[in-house]
């Protein structure tokens, strides 16, 4: 399996498609899933292809890793919650539906399940999400 240049994340990164950004260092970069699960459920991807775990490299791995972190524990802070819940799925069979590495950061609260899949968010509430996780962070 190879790695198609035109994937949506790939667009993001070029700057394509607009995304609601909230953190980016040299290898990598997160933005808020435009169908959350939970509030604040973001994504945090290789700024370098990779299509999923399968073929990424350890140095990606733990850029993305180190990111991921990062940005849990500012969830955590940001939207007062009690856990993250992290997902990454590889291949088809495996539930990926977008080809560029990705790692799901979703903060939870005590109880709360995840909301089921696939209900587009209002982009005003996604753009003040960013927002505060971006001040968590600052
Ligand atoms: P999966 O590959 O199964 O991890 O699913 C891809 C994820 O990307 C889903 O949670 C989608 O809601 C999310 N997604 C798809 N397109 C966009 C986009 N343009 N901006 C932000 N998130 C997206």
């Not at 198609?4 to 909230?22: E, Q, T, W, Y």
């Not at 040299?26 to 939970?38: C, G, Q």
């Not at 609260?109 to 909301?115: A, E, L, N, P, W």
Request: glycine share 6%; net charge negative.
């Amino acid at each position: 399996m190879s790695y198609d240049n035109d994937n949506i994340f790939a667009r993001i990164l070029r700057g394509d498609l607009p995304c609601h950004k909230v953190y980016e260092d040299a290898d990598t970069f997160a933005f808020l899933d435009i169908m959350p699960r939970s509030d604040g459920h973001l994504l945090v991807i290789p700024k370098t292809p990779a299509r999923n775990l399968l073929d990424a490299s350890p140095a990606q791995m733990a850029a993305v890793m180190a990111t991921v972190q990062k940005l849990s524990r500012a969830a955590m802070q940001a939207f007062g919650a009690d856990g993250v819940t992290l997902q990454q799925f590889n291949e088809a069979a495996g539930g990926q539906e977008v080809f560029h590495l990705h790692f799901h950061v979703l903060p939870r609260k005590d109880g709360q399940r995840m909301r089921p899949p696939g209900t587009m968010a209002d982009s005003d509430l996604l753009a003040g999400q960013a927002e505060k996780l971006r001040a968590v962070l600052a």
